[in-house]
């Protein structure tokens, strides 16, 4: 039998868009006339689904909509999908920081929450009275917290600072205090969203480490949420995918991070990305990635073509445009970056392509993330971060047979970029 410590049934929760976040006086009104003939909400029938880059027709949003999954004791759940997909709307809710419109959670122990920088904490009190505060506010008694206290200051590292009011604080300092205290006081279910990220790298070690030992032998349960995948992958062993306020993928970490890095995957119309930056006198107007041939995918060892497609209505000079392209993989780290500043770029009077072919491609298989820019002169023209990303199938970097492992050195990776 399974020991399920979570259950969440039917989850959805509706805001009003504008200024207020509630229904107006004459909406009230309306539900609870209808909720005195015994009628069900006539709001619940209305609203957009959670898009945020679209223009709605409805007051309404749902920020999640018909959300259902199971977290077993001692499991590690990781919650990934791109901002404002409804990540930390479910946080709250599990947490009871807010309440659904619908739905119901069914919860077997206490739940520590970690949802934004400084929640629950006093910012007139010391860091030594907030520690006492939050465990009272988990349920625990002043005996259980001091029997705690010294070992959650040393896990902090702000001990110098302890009988200090947590308003002179650094976010850092405050997250590393706010962390100790939830993983120090024993609940049953640790709730993490994001705020790790504000913890320096040493930091982000430790507390990934405390939960795993959390899990693992303290049998506890952990729900996180993070867009470090490698953090993700490493800390948990299930995942779902939210996506527009639905829960579109429930499975295994890696199936799950895979469907995450597979959603966007050759965004070819860059002109309609509204994440960019510039003056735009030029524009990325869309991208094609391919193989040896346009209809073959790339592989390793093989050709890799990226070809771009600019907009030049101004007719700007192609000796006056720079063009840099930086690629990181899955975990965020950069592999390469390809600048006409570095290697001279082959040209013609009235650009309108641009493209960067690797003879050899680099790449073992997986999926990769691309941020381009250009610029003329000294002026940026157009820069989008993580414009798009593309996949890499299988092959050989080296002799027949051997394949290129992850984080293996490679030496001598030439490139060529011209316009067209």
């Known amino acids: 039998m399974k020991d399920i410590i979570l259950k969440a049934e039917n989850i959805s929760k509706q805001y009003r868009l504008g200024q207020v976040g509630t229904g107006t006086l004459s909406h009230d009104l309306n539900r609870w006339w209808h909720q005195v003939r015994g009628k069900e909400d006539p709001y619940l029938k209305i609203g957009d689904t959670n898009d945020r880059s679209t223009k709605g027709t409805s007051d309404y949003v749902w920020a999640l909509q018909d959300i259902n999954f199971e977290v077993e004791r001692g499991e590690v759940l990781g919650i990934i999908g791109k901002n404002g997909a409804g990540k930390s709307t479910l946080l709250k809710i599990l947490s009871k920081v807010t309440a659904p419109t619908t739905g119901s959670i069914k919860c077997g122990g206490r739940i520590a929450s970690l949802l934004e920088v400084g929640t629950g904490f006093n910012p007139e009190l010391t860091g030594k009275e907030n520690i006492f505060l939050n465990g009272a506010i988990l ?5 259980e917290i001091a029997s705690k206290l010294d070992e959650i200051i040393e896990f902090s590292g702000c001990e110098r600072y302890i009988d200090t009011p947590v308003k002179r604080y650094s976010s850092g300092m405050t997250v590393r205090l706010a962390f100790a205290v ?3 006081l024993e609940p049953e279910i640790l709730v993490i969203d994001e705020v790790l990220a504000v913890g320096d790298a040493e930091f982000q070690k430790k507390a990934i480490g405390k939960m795993q030992d959390i899990s693992k032998q303290g049998g506890r349960t952990v729900l996180f949420v993070s867009h470090n995948m490698a953090a993700v992958k490493s800390l948990c062993t299930r995942g779902i995918l939210i996506e527009n306020g639905t829960a579109i993928f429930d499975g295994s970490i890696d199936e799950t991070i895979s469907k995450y890095l597979q959603g966007d995957i050759v965004n070819t119309k860059l002109i309609d990305n509204n994440n960019r930056i510039g003056c735009g006198l030029i524009l990325f107007e869309s991208v094609k990635v391919y193989g040896d041939a346009e209809d073959l995918k790339p592989i390793t060892g093989g050709v890799l073509v990226l070809e771009f497609s600019i907009v030049n209505q101004h007719l700007i000079h192609s000796s006056d445009i720079f063009f840099d392209i930086r690629i990181d993989d899955d975990f965020g780290q950069r592999l390469v970056w390809a600048s006409t ?3 001279e770029m ?3 009077d009235d650009p309108n392509k ?25 002026d940026v023209a157009d820069w989008i971060d993580n414009a798009f990303t593309f996949e890499v199938e299988e092959g050989s970097y080296f002799l027949p ?4 492992t992850r984080g293996q050195s490679r030496l001598n990776v030439d490139f060529d970029i011209q316009f067209k």
């Open 341 to 343: 500043r570095l290697k």
């Open 182 to 184: 939830a993983a120090f």
């Open 139 to 143: 349920g625990m008694t002043k005996k």
């Open 401 to 404: 047979g051997k394949k290129i």
């Open 346 to 348: 082959r040209n013609v």
């Open 354 to 378: 641009i493209v960067l072919q690797f003879d050899k491609n680099p790449f073992e298989s997986g999926i990769y993330f691309a941020t381009i820019f250009l610029q003329i002169k000294n």
